[in-house]
T-cell receptor, first 112, second 110 residues
């Protein structure tokens, strides 16, 4: 158990819909990262937050948005979903920017 | 900006050694190594900071050549438990984001 909690673990939805993935970092960790992993693919960096502020962006689509709240939990919002958005979405946290990452178990999104 | 890993896949017998390479076209602040088993989340192995250090624990070690912007992961006397996909993550100087390579799938057979 990494200490990072992601909900929901599984989500099945239809194209055009909107979903929200939630992440609670390890106690004391200020940095939260979001990654997308498609079937048998690598980890694509989406976005990073540190203590409530956005620190870095990757190849995150405009249909996707995220935020980190004052209690440090983070949410990733995916809208106008397409079939290609089906993937495993990982959240990771670390004490500091670019420190050791602790990954949650991921949220598996299936878009039908 | 994504680092390049090689090889893409390795198949070994238990007890054999393996080397996984990671290279970047950008100057690096640090290199991370993670292992992901099938159906699980990636797990941290080690971080190497610029300065050309080498780290290791148990029979897994790594080196970082900041001049060449390359890192290598060494697995000696491999065990069945070493099977999985290994990812290097690079922190490009000034970018403050960790970008992972495509991964190297390691299979250890008895």
């Amino acid at each position: 158990d990494s200490g990072v909690t992601q909900t929901p673990k599984h989500l099945i939805t239809a194209t055009g819909q909107r979903v929200t993935l939630r992440c609670s970092p390890r106690s004391g960790d200020l940095s939260v990262y979001w990654y997308q992993q498609s079937l048998d693919q690598g980890l694509q960096f989406l976005i990073q937050y540190y203590n409530g502020e956005e620190r870095a962006k990757g190849n995150i689509l405009e249909r996707f948005s995220a935020q980190q709240f004052p209690d440090l939990h983070s949410e990733l919002n995916l809208s106008s979903l397409e079939l290609g958005d089906s993937a495993l979405y990982f959240c990771a946290s670390s004490v500091r920017v670019s420190g050791e990452l602790f990954f949650g178990e991921g949220s598996r999104l299936t878009v039908l | 900006q994504q680092p390049v890993q090689s090889p893409q896949a390795v198949i070994l017998r238990e007890g054999e050694d393996a080397v996984i390479n990671c290279s970047s076209s950008k100057a690096l602040y640090s290199v991370h190594w993670y292992r992901q088993k099938h159906g699980e989340a990636p797990v941290f192995l080690m971080i190497l900071l610029k300065g050309g250090e080498q780290k290791g624990h148990d029979k897994i070690s790594a080196s970082f050549n900041e001049k060449k912007q390359q890192s290598s992961l060494y697995l000696t006397a491999s065990q069945l438990s070493y099977s999985g996909t290994y990812f290097c993550g690079t922190d490009i100087q000034g970018a403050q984001k960790l970008v992972f390579g495509q991964g190297t799938r390691l299979t250890i057979n008895p």
